[in-house]
T-cell receptor, first 114, second 114 residues
């Protein structure tokens, strides 16, 4: 079955450490997105990519970085510059063929600070 | 800038009763509107979407939503809820061409009582 796979499900970060969250999709979608979810705040967009080798900052990009070297992969790195990284991170993708295509979501990665 | 307001943080409904979750949006042109559902620790699943045409849209799991342009609303309804409907519900608004980002509301948590 096609879908979006996020790994790991749980991740712990030490102070000053960078960590990378994986997101892989086999839906042949062009567009991919990273969201951060905090209680009571809904989903906030971190980065998005509409095509390989191109990506744009979302609303809360500071302290995060991404790459899009392959169509099916969009890893997110939470850098040590992100001072409050504890959150639930969701990856999504859409066909990108038009602005009205819904986004499909992975099951998320929960990041905590040690 | 586009925005979404879900005025109800938490709603409790008896099993078998009807349900209406409120969503108000702000967008300068014709919006693209979505409802998603999230079970604890999971990603988001699309319930339904509105782009144009009939203002009453049907979705999965027996849900429907009505677009009212005059009220800038897109409320979600279900005539009879089941215990399995307990989850968090998110309304989202997207823009037109060149604005593929979605803006999410802060969510409404639904509790079902026997």
């Amino acid at each position: 079955d096609g879908g979006i796979t996020q790994s790991p499900k749980y991740l712990f970060r030490k102070e000053g450490q960078n960590v990378t969250l994986s997101c892989e999709q086999n839906l042949n979608h062009d567009a991919m997105y990273w969201y951060r979810q905090d209680p009571g705040q809904g989903l906030r967009l971190i980065y998005y990519s509409q095509i390989v080798n191109d990506f744009q900052k979302g609303d809360i990009a500071e302290g995060y970085s991404v790459s899009r070297e392959k169509k099916e992969s969009f890893p997110l790195t939470v850098t040590s510059a992100q001072k409050n990284p504890t959150a639930f991170y969701l990856c999504a993708s859409s066909s990108g063929q038009g602005y009205n295509q819904p986004q499909h979501f992975g099951d998320g990665t929960r990041l905590s600070i040690l | 800038a586009q925005s979404v307001t879900q005025p109800d943080i938490h709603i409790t409904v008896s099993e078998g009763a009807s349900l209406e979750l409120r969503c108000n949006y702000s967008y300068g042109a014709t919006p693209y509107l979505f409802w998603y559902v999230q079970s604890p620790g999971q990603g988001l699943q699309l319930l339904l979407k509105y782009f144009s045409g009939d203002t009453l849209v049907q979705g999965i799991k027996g849900f429907e939503a009505e677009f009212k342009r005059s009220q800038s609303s897109f409320n979600l309804r279900k005539p009879s809820v089941h215990w399995s409907d307990a989850a968090e519900y998110f309304c989202a608004v997207g823009g037109g061409f060149g604005n593929e980002k979605l803006t999410f509301g802060t969510g409404t948590r639904l509790t079902i009582i026997p």
